[in-house]
């Protein structure tokens, strides 16, 4: 297939770019802006660095490619960064996302796989999240991705598109071999910042609340390895360009650890006595968000394979000391 994956010097799509490359399948171009994406981290891939809110350009790509699937991952994802400057999300996540959308009905490229998350669902009773559990974000980066896939269903009713939406829940860990990993610049993802202290290039941590109603006070997420999460989305452009309908679907492991116990797997994985000081609760975080991912499984037929915290935590480390 022709596909245009937007995004792709990102964390995420840069390791799908990775897995779709290897298939030698698929004709891929790449449109990302390199505003926090590198490009050394496009390993296949024909890049072209344009900005997304520039649609005369976009449409001119789309003209001139005859794009047949697109992945779209470009966005900002920076949880407490949204609740400060939430214009910037609802630009980069909702504006930006309708102009992709309405350039794939415009010129026919009907086969949308769109990067949501699991921020949609807010703070949910329980924290366990089904594909039809009621969805109300309590961050402004979670509302611009609910809308995403608000326009997405609307816009599919409509005309041709088929989409895939997946729902991410935590991302974490860098590509089994190495080849990649998490580059972003001031990442506020836990495990990179617990690796960023084991390497040595972080003095110290926080944990962000210790009076949450769990089991030991800790924020509890579902820490899925990017290269499983990455796989969902070859698994999915196969799923649509075999006639599959229209799906959103959680991607996550469906169980779940706290902070504290991330950074114990971090110290038990290192042999480094990471310092980690408790502090206040941050803006915008959910107590526990759990996947119940059993649809993914039945539907597209994805079969995680890296379903081990030491693992995802040991490739993060590996790829912190690899990153200069
Ligand atoms: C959020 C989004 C997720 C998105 C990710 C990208 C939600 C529910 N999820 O995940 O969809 O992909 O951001 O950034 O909004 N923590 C610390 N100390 C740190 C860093 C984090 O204690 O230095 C805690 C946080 O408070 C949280 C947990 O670790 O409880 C995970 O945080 P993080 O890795 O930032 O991801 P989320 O905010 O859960």
């Known amino acids: 297939m022709k596909i245009l994956v937007t995004g792709g010097a990102g964390y995420i799509g840069s390791h799908v770019l990775n897995l779709l490359g290897m298939t030698g399948e698929h004709e891929i171009v790449v449109v990302d802006n390199l505003s926090t994406g590198r490009k050394e981290a ?15 350009a976009i449409d001119k790509l789309f003209e001139k490619e005859k794009f047949e699937a697109c992945i779209h991952f470009a966005g900002s994802i920076v949880v407490p960064e949204s609740v400060t400057d939430p214009i910037k999300y609802y630009k980069n996540n909702t504006e ?27 703070d949910l009773e329980g924290g366990v999240c089904t594909e039809e ?12 991705k609910l809308m995403t896939e608000n326009m997405l269903r609307d816009i599919a009713a409509a005309t041709d598109i088929n989409f895939v939406v997946l729902r991410y829940f935590n991302v974490a860990g ?3 071999d190495l ?13 990179k910042i617990a690796s960023e202290c084991a390497s040595g290039k972080r003095e110290k941590m926080a944990i962000f609340g210790t009076d949450y109603n769990t089991p030991d006070g800790t924020c509890v997420r579902d820490y899925i390895h990017v290269d499983d999460l990455a796989q969902a989305h070859v698994d999915s452009l196969s799923y649509l360009k075999n006639g599959g309908e229209s799906q959103i679907m959680n991607c996550g492991y469906g169980h779940g650890f706290s902070v504290n116990e991330v950074i114990d797997a971090v110290r038990e994985v290192t042999g480094v006595e ?10 915008g975080d959910a107590e526990k968000l759990i996947s119940v991912a059993d649809k993914i499984r039945k539907t597209i037929g994805w079969q995680p394979k890296y379903d081990d915290l030491k693992l995802i935590v040991k490739t993060a480390y590996e790829w912190e000391k690899k990153l200069k």
């Open 42 to 56: 496009m390993l296949y891939g024909r890049h072209v660095e344009e900005n997304l809110e520039n649609t005369e």
């Open 96 to 122: 930006n996302s309708l102009n992709v959308i309405s350039m794939c009905v415009k010129h026919k490229c009907n086969n949308f796989i769109f990067s949501s998350t699991a921020a949609v669902y807010g």
């Open 133 to 144: 559990s009621i969805t109300v974000p309590i961050n402004p980066y979670g509302t611009s």
């Open 174 to 176: 860098a590509n089994v």
């Open 179 to 191: 080849k990649i990993g998490q580059c972003t610049p001031n990442a506020t993802h836990l495990i």
């Open 274 to 283: 990471i310092i980690a000081e408790n502090i206040e609760r941050r803006a």
